[in-house]
Structures are given as C-alpha cells and as structure tokens.
C-alpha cells in the first residue's frame, strides 16, 4: 500500500483522528518549506495533542460544576482596589498550583470574588488540573453525606485528587458544630498536598462568628494561609451601579392644579 493509503488507517489504529485531517496539508507545507522529516512528524503530532488538549479542557472545566464560566479577560481591574494586574498575571501563570499554595478572596459581596475565582479554575482546566467547584455550604452538605455513608476517609482522599477545589461564599451561613469539623477535615486534608481558591465576604477576624468556635476559625485559617495568597477587594458592588444605571427613575414635572 501506498503512504497515502496507510495514513489514515494508521491514524485510525492510534485513535488520532486529527492527523488524518493535517497530513497532507502539512505535507504540502513542509514540501514548500524545505521541512525535515523531524519538523514535518512533530507538526503533524503537534495538531493532535493540541486537539486533545483543547477537548480535554472543556470536559474538565464541564466537570467543574462551575455556575458560569467566567474569564480573567471579562474582568474590569477599574475602581477595584486589592488586586492588581501583575497579581492577575502571576496568579494566571498557575504557579500557585505546583507550588499547592491557595488563594483567598475576600471582600464585599459585588467586588468580583467568584469572578475571579472561576476564571482562575477555568485557566488551571485548561493547564491540565482537575477540579471542583461548590459554595461552602455545597461543600458541607457533601461531606456530611459522606459521613453519614461511612466513607468520609475515601470521600477526603478522592478529593485530594483533584489540583483544585473551589470554595466560594464562606460566611454568607453559619455552620454547626459538626459541619465546621467537617469543614476543617476538608481544609486540612488538602494542606501543603493540593490548593484551594476560597472567597469570603467576611475578614478573618469574623469567621468565629461563622463556624461558632474561634478555635477551630483560627485553626482553619493557619492552614488556609500559611502558603497562600490573600486579596481582600473592596470598591462599591458592580452589580449595584449597573442596577443604579438602569433604575433611576426619570424626572417628570409634576401636574399641578392653579
């Protein structure tokens, strides 16, 4: 059989779809172009690993769970103290990732916490990371039926398999006893082993109040930030102006009788 005849069926052995479709542009390019051999096998490899990547990216970042996918370009740094450029691109670097440090978000509702936090999630999916995304409460309600069905150990080490886990809205509810224990295993499990991105509405000074014993808050978050960043934004709701925007009621003069 001829080379041309061979390719595609060899293609299809390997599974490798994509080179079926390059070879012969490629081919015709590396005819034009004076390509070695080398050049001309790494091009048509390239355009199937990239595919892969590409198709592997979107089915994690479809596992994720996320609300909505969010990116950093969508995000204005304008009227947003806390975070800067240069933090955004070190953070988009993953680095925090090989490293296993975290990121913790906090600041009012409106700043751009979750945002953030899931456009760093979508990047990390598209650089090979599995993971996860629930609020607090999500996280908590996962554990405890972990708990009730005897498998919490095996829940908490599934869980450390993943690069990434995000823990959004820490503090909009209280916790029980039981479910701040569970919360701090979850934390504690992935500490120096595998990252966490959290945002929070409340400074750490609070978060007594939200998991009912300063001990266990203040436990948390040694581990939370002993290798981590910390942002705390501030600046008015975004969500607020935008309504403001489009509410303000017209001015009319008012109809008066002489």
């Not at 979107?58 to 969010?70: C, I, M, S, W």
């Not at 598209?126 to 629930?134: E, K, P």
């Amino acid at each position: 059989m001829s080379a041309t005849k061979d390719l595609p069926f060899l293609a299809q052995a390997l599974k490798a779809p994509r080179i079926s479709q390059s070879w012969q542009r490629l081919a015709d390019q590396a005819r034009d172009s004076g390509w070695s051999h080398e050049e001309y096998l790494a091009a048509v490899l390239e355009t199937e690993v990239n595919a892969r990547n590409h198709s592997g990216a979107a089915l994690r970042v479809k596992a994720a769970g996320f609300p909505a996918v969010k990116t950093l370009d969508e995000f204005t740094l304008n009227h947003r103290p806390g975070i800067s450029k240069d933090h955004l691109a070190k953070l988009a670097s993953g680095k925090y990732l090989t490293d296993h440090d975290n990121v913790i978000f906090l600041g009012p509702p409106g700043t751009g916490k979750t945002h953030l936090a899931i456009a760093l999630a979508v990047l990390a999916c598209h650089q090979g990371d599995r993971v996860l995304f629930a609020t607090a409460s999500g996280w908590v309600s996962r554990l405890q039926h972990a708990h009730q069905s005897g498998i919490l150990d095996k829940e908490l080490a599934k869980l450390g398999r993943y690069g990434l886990i995000i823990i959004d809205e820490v503090g909009y509810l209280p916790f029980e006893p039981d479910a701040a224990n569970l919360f701090f295993q979850l934390v504690s499990s992935r500490y120096e082993h595998a990252s966490v991105i959290l945002t929070s509405n409340l400074p750490f000074g609070r978060w007594g109040e939200v998991f009912g014993d300063q001990t266990i808050a203040a436990a948390m978050i040694d581990r939370l930030v002993h290798h981590a960043e910390v942002h705390t934004l501030t600046g008015n709701s975004y969500r607020t102006r935008e309504r403001n925007l489009d509410t303000l009621p017209s001015e009319k003069p008012e109809n008066k009788t002489q």
